[in-house]
């Protein structure tokens, strides 16, 4: 692939098809081709008419284009590290037509170039001037946290030079495998490493080593939700703002947490009914409906655990431990629209394999 074009686009969706953008597509697919192939003017002749039209149909989703060594074009669509996102991209690349000289797929894929390397804030990153190792937790043994020796270190730039190694491997390895493998992974110098350092080259063996160990480990754990036990909690925050948190305490100490890595955060905004913050109990009522329904289509069964909720000041905060983001993406955005005329909802997922985020809830 060449130089990219990347474009964040606007978040809120709705109801044009794919099929409709498609055909737009279509119509045009020729001309886009050209001008991505002469490279002339890409950014006015194709960047500001292709995004307003994915806007219309998919707006939560980066796209990058470029030529490929065959001289095809190639059309990436990407969450851009927002997991939420990664259905939305998919199901918009896999709704794609045949089109002479395009190609469609969803997520940055690995680099197949033994030269890649890219260049961000005066700074080379390639194969040769990055190595790592690991950093191994014996609280945490399955969690993946990377530690990135880059030649061209100075603290100063530290941020900077982090977020180059990141976009290195966005690409280097692929954004399936950094969404997936990856917990975590920082940077710093050569100076005073007194780890042995392993080459760039072989990261991706050592991911799909620690991958596989990971499967064959958790791939068939289930949690049966018929003890779940849960406590109340209330306390106060900075504001002196009351928070009233309800947590699954039971399941905190389970041994097999990293199996449901996924933490799916439900997000409600209401009108507070009085000083004390907390919604009404119409709204409640319709928190409670929500959730019954969440329980129903997300069960334990098929890889989903209730974990709990906080409501504090306007916002209640549900959390639920998945095994995978797809399924639950797409169930999520279903109820969404279901409770559009009740509650102001949104979503997200992060990803903290051992629970460490809920911590504070475990009671000794």
């Known amino acids: 692939m060449g130089i990219f074009d990347d474009l964040a686009l606007s978040t809120s969706k709705n109801n044009n098809t794919y099929q409709t953008f498609w055909n737009w597509f279509e119509i045009h697919a020729q001309e886009f081709y050209e001008i991505i192939k002469s490279g ?45 996102n990664v ?82 491997l966005d690409n280097f390895l692929g954004e399936e495998t950094m969404i997936q493998c990856i917990d975590k992974i920082d940077v710093l110098g050569p100076q005073n490493v007194h780890k042995e350092l392993i080459p760039l080259d072989k990261l991706k063996d050592y991911l799909i080593w620690r991958e596989k160990e990971f499967v064959e480990k958790y791939q068939d754990v289930r949690h049966d939700p018929s003890n779940d036990s849960f406590a109340a909690f209330e306390g106060t925050v900075e504001g002196n703002k009351t928070i009233l948190s309800t947590f699954n305490t039971s399941i905190l100490d389970w041994e097999f947490k990293a199996s449901h890595p996924w933490i799916l955060v439900i997000m409600i905004h209401y009108q507070p009914e009085n000083e004390n913050g907390f919604p009404s109990s119409e709204t409640y009522n319709s928190i409670a409906k929500l959730e019954d329904d969440i329980e129903e289509q997300l069960p334990a069964e098929k890889g989903y655990i209730f974990l709990g909720s906080e409501t504090i000041d306007g916002l209640r905060e549900t959390f639920i431990a998945c095994r995978e983001f797809r399924e639950a993406t797409q169930v999520i955005d279903q109820l969404q629209t279901k409770y559009s005329q009740e509650l102001i909802m949104n979503f997200e997922f992060y990803k903290d394999k051992y629970w460490q985020s809920f911590e504070r809830y475990q009671i000794d």
């Open 40 to 84: 002339n003017q890409v950014e006015e002749r194709f960047i500001n008419v292709f995004a307003p039209e994915l806007t219309k149909v998919e707006p939560e989703v980066f796209f990058l284009v470029g030529i490929e060594d065959d001289q095809m074009a190639e059309l990436i669509f990407t969450p851009d590290g927002r997991i939420q």
């Open 87 to 168: 259905l939305w991209a998919e199901k918009l690349a896999n709704s794609a037509p045949e089109i002479p000289n395009w190609k469609f797929r969803a997520l940055k894929p690995a680099s197949n170039n033994i030269n890649f390397a890219i260049r961000m804030h005066d700074l080379n990153f390639d194969r040769d001037n990055i190595k790592f190792y690991p950093v191994i937790h014996e609280a945490y043994p399955d969690k993946i946290d990377l530690k990135f020796v880059y030649d061209h270190y100075h603290e100063e730039s530290h941020d900077d030079i982090l977020n180059g190694i990141f976009i290195f």
